[in-house]
């Protein structure tokens, strides 16, 4: 399994940056996948997961309306739209194999065990 990223930089608040992350060895068609972030001291924070079998869909809250996911399961690749960037969206953003569980009626992600290596974001203020 081998996942890529790209898209990352540097933007000002306000700002738009669109992420991709293409995909070997694991099929979108069949497995939900999802984009994490990192800020150094800080643990892994669950962004955005996507599942193309079942439609479902999960943001965190500090992200839901800001943020959108896609997948093209033709091109094996997941992307973000990350809109009205701010300043606390600085960090690594990795794209991840994940999967989808049931908390009490609501619908989260968990990340599996395959990672891509990341890309920095970093937005000005």
């Known amino acids: 399994v081998q996942l890529v990223e790209s898209g990352g930089g540097l933007v000002q608040a306000g700002g738009s940056l669109r992420l991709s992350c293409e995909a070997s060895g694991y099929s979108l068609e069949k497995y939900a996948i999802g984009w994490f972030r990192q800020v150094p001291g800080k643990e892994r924070e669950g962004v955005s997961c996507?599942?193309?079998?079942?439609?479902?869909?999960y943001y965190a809250d500090s992200v839901l309306g800001r943020f959108t996911i896609s997948s093209n399961v033709a091109k094996n690749t997941v992307y973000l739209q990350m809109n009205s960037l701010k300043p606390e969206d600085t960090a690594v953003y990795y794209c991840?194999?994940?999967?989808?569980?049931?908390?009490?009626?609501?619908?989260?992600?968990?990340?599996?065990?395959?990672w891509g290596r990341g890309t920095q974001v970093t937005v000005s203020s």
């Open positions: 991840a194999a994940a999967f989808f569980y049931s908390d009490s009626g609501t619908m989260r992600c968990h990340h599996n065990d395959y």
């Open positions: 996507i599942s193309s079998t079942d439609g479902n869909i």
